[in-house]
């Protein structure tokens, strides 16, 4: 599978010994008929939003590279059934391989994706087919496979879960792809809903309380390897944004000279915007005295009220050190997210142990953009921190470093291998992650140059 590769390390709770204002993470188990039920809406959502990334634009479309950052669409159209084909029919059903001599053009690690336009790839139709020949021989596997006690694998239809996260991802990867285009709009959605004036919230930054909390998991059963295992850290106080930087502060920076004075940037990310002329978040351009952003295929306005999306982690660091503040570290926003103060627990989301909802959270593509900053009071965190999950991809300080105790599974590729400090961890899911695949757990990582993803960031300073 191509970067974020999944895995886990198997169910077992962190013991309650140590600090004693620190319980454990709830526990998640269903019953085997509950859990075929969950693999098959996931396996099933995943593949009607796939149909409808690749059903946009036409064959010419799907088989043409938009940017060399990105596959052709078609290569991650039958990506996404080649790694179905190898994991879930030949791996947890044992069945004999359909199309084994495609297994190396679909290689991610094989093939980089500017190369992948002039691998022999499947044509758009036979990439169709094949997908939907792999699915459904799949859902005859998720009928008879045993889902407890046959091996961590199956576990808790671990590697149907893992399957559905990985379309998923390539879903998301496959809007990106939608953005970059050039072109008229192919996609559309409903805008997301406003707060009202008296929803929005009180202060522009809360008191995190220090001490130690419960971060990572090992008891959500679809949670990855570098989630786990769940483990105690401390963490000073420290002061958090209630809500994601806005394009309107973002613009601040810019126009008071920000992307030319290395004062505010790391010496690496200053030399890589002057190479690259950059001098704004990716997809902006000048009006006059304004500026305008490209949207999916529409030229608009820079919404100042929205969180500002396409920034590098340079851009981010940047900002915050010119703004006076710091990127929180991943601890501490996980810490924002998930501990609740009230009860010592480290909870599933913001809001509570409660899956997403729409009122909750910014999450599924079910909008082209985030919604504006202070919305989702019903997704708040218990000290009133807005939007952790859903809208933006979250920039922290932190490397993508391994949490003590990590076991690599079901294979090192997933995440291990990624491990050190050339890349950056990213919180809490934009709008275009589907809530599969986001949890108060989840970890993100990418280059720290990287611009065309959803990310955009939070500041932080110290007490
Ligand atoms: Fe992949």
């Known amino acids: 599978m191509s ?3 999944p895995g886990t390390t198997g169910p077992g709770d962190l013991p309650g010994k140590g600090a004693t204002t620190v319980t454990t993470e709830p526990t998640a188990r269903d019953e085997p008929r509950a859990l075929r039920g ?29 940017s060399p950052l990105m596959s052709p669409l078609v290569w991650d159209l039958a990506h996404i059934g080649n790694q179905e084909e190898q ?22 690690f094989e093939h980089p994706r500017a190369t992948r336009p002039s691998l022999p790839l499947l044509p758009p139709g036979e990439a169709r087919r094949y997908a939907a020949e792999v699915r459904e021989r799949v859902l005859d596997v998720l009928d008879a496979a045993p ?14 879960g893992m399957i559905a996260q990985h379309e998923q991802q390539h879903d998301e990867t496959m809007l990106i792809t939608h953005q970059l285009r050039s072109g008229p709009a192919a996609l559309s959605a409903p805008e997301p809903p406003a ?13 995190v309380p220090g001490g130690p909390f419960t971060m990572g998991t090992s008891t959500e059963p679809w949670a990855l390897d570098n989630e786990r295992p769940a483990h105690h850290r401390d963490v000073a106080p420290f002061f958090l944004d209630t ?18 004075d290395p004062r505010w940037w790391a010496a690496e990310g200053y ?24 949207r999916f295929g529409v030229t608009e306005p820079v919404p100042d009220g929205e969180p500002v999306l396409h920034v590098s982690w340079y851009e981010a660091d940047a900002f915050a050190r010119w703004a006076g503040r710091r990127l929180p570290t991943e601890a501490e926003w996980e810490k924002a997210a998930r501990h609740d103060p009230a009860t010592g627990r480290s909870r599933r989301f913001p809001w509570g142990d409660a899956d997403p909802t729409p009122e909750r959270a910014n999450l599924g593509q079910r909008h082209l953009r985030p919604a504006p ?50 890349y950056k961890v990213l919180r809490g899911g934009a709008f275009g992650v589907d809530p599969v695949a986001c949890r108060g757990t989840f970890r993100n990582w990418d280059l720290p140059v990287r611009r065309q993803i959803f990310a955009g960031f939070r500041t932080a300073r110290d007490v």
């Open 3 to 5: 970067r974020r590769r």
């Open 147 to 160: 889902l407890d006690g046959a091996g961590r694998l199956t576990e808790d239809s671990f590697a149907f």
């Open 38 to 66: 969950r693999a098959l809406g996931a396996l099933t959502a995943a593949r009607a939003r796939t149909a409808l990334l690749t059903d946009a634009v036409d064959d010419g479309e799907l088989t043409a590279q938009h």
């Open 271 to 294: 030399a890589q915007i002057r190479r690259n002329g950059i001098e704004a978040p990716l997809f902006w351009s000048r009006d006059g005295a304004g500026w305008l952003r490209r």
């Open 195 to 207: 707060p009202a004036p008296g929803e929005l919230p009180a202060a522009a930054e809360v008191l």
């Open 243 to 260: 809500t994601p930087v806005t394009c309107g502060a973002f613009r601040a920076f810019v126009e008071d000279g920000g992307y030319r």
């Open 87 to 108: 994991w879930l029919l030949r791996t947890v059903g044992r069945k004999a391989a359909l199309r084994p001599e495609i297994d190396s053009v679909y290689d991610a």
């Open 373 to 422: 900053a202070g919305s989702f009071p019903e997704g708040a965190s218990p000290l009133g921190v807005r939007q952790l999950v859903g809208d933006v991809w979250e920039w922290t300080a932190s490397d993508f470093l391994p949490y003590p105790g990590f076991s690599a599974f079901p294979y090192r590729e997933y995440s291990e291998v990624f491990f050190g400090s050339s």
